[in-house]
């Protein structure tokens, strides 16, 4: 049974940068064949699309964040990876990573969440 | 604001039924993108609940039902039980953003 995890601080200082860890057990991240995406959700708020990663390296980002955004995947540890920079309180909330099937286009299984203070 | 609109809240008494709408346009659910239903208990991630419109994965039951029409999804819920209780969520493709969408969530309340 596919499952991720997510990891990395819980606080982070305003105008730094956050960097966080999806990794993927249960199966190989290079035989699932699929994108790999970031979610977020603002305390008491709805959920957000961050961006999307394909096993080639190749990106697609939610346009507000793009230029603040980089997502990279690590097939050696089947992890991957968010680096957000020039945080604000805005970018507290929980983060999730999921597998997103892309000819279907939905986030499927989701990792458990971590939450993300943006605070000094 | 989310590009998705959805109640903010919906309630039933337990054995009734309930549904949750999902307004879209025509960059996303008006243009074919697929809609997806996910139920989320507070404090715990969002998991699946109808894919491709009208699709339950494995383990869900048969008294939840996904719709879709023109810009606008719905999900039914049938004989509403107490552990319906969960905020949930409608999400498309939408192709202004080239990328995925969400509905700002509706609270299921069972009275």
């Known amino acids: 049974q596919l499952q991720l995890q997510e990891s990395g601080p819980g606080l982070v200082k305003p105008s730094e940068t956050l960097s966080l860890s999806c990794t993927v057990s249960?199966?190989?991240?290079?035989?699932?064949?699929?994108?790999w995406g970031w979610i977020r959700q603002p305390p008491g708020k709805g959920l957000e699309w961050i961006g999307s990663i394909y096993l080639n390296g190749r990106t697609y980002n939610n346009p507000s964040l793009k230029s603040r955004l980089t997502i990279t995947v690590d097939t050696s540890k089947n992890q991957f990876s968010l680096k957000l920079t020039s945080v604000t309180a805005a970018d507290t909330a929980e983060y999730f990573c999921?597998?997103?099937?892309?000819?279907?286009?939905?986030?499927?299984?989701w990792g458990q969440g971590t939450l993300v203070t943006v605070s000094s | 604001q989310s590009v998705l609109t959805q109640p903010p809240s919906v309630s039933g008494a337990p054995g009734q039924g309930v549904t949750i709408s999902c307004t879209g346009s025509?960059?996303?659910?008006?243009?074919?993108?697929?809609v997806h239903w996910y139920r989320q208990v507070p404090g715990t991630a969002p998991k699946l609940l109808i894919f491709?419109?009208?699709n339950r994965p494995s383990g869900v039951p048969d008294r939840f039902f996904g719709s879709k029409s023109g810009t606008s999804a719905s999900l039914a819920i049938t004989g509403l039980q107490a552990e319906d209780e969960a905020d949930y969520y409608c999400?498309?493709?939408?192709?202004?953003?080239?990328?995925?969408?969400f509905g700002g969530g509706t609270k299921l309340t069972v009275l």
């Open positions: 999400q498309s493709y939408d192709s202004s953003l080239s990328g995925p969408v």
């Open positions: 999921a597998r997103y099937n892309s000819s279907r286009g939905y986030f499927d299984p």
């Open positions: 491709g419109n009208n």
């Open positions: 249960g199966d190989s991240i290079k035989n699932s064949g699929s994108f």
């Open positions: 025509r960059s996303n659910i008006g243009a074919r993108f697929d």
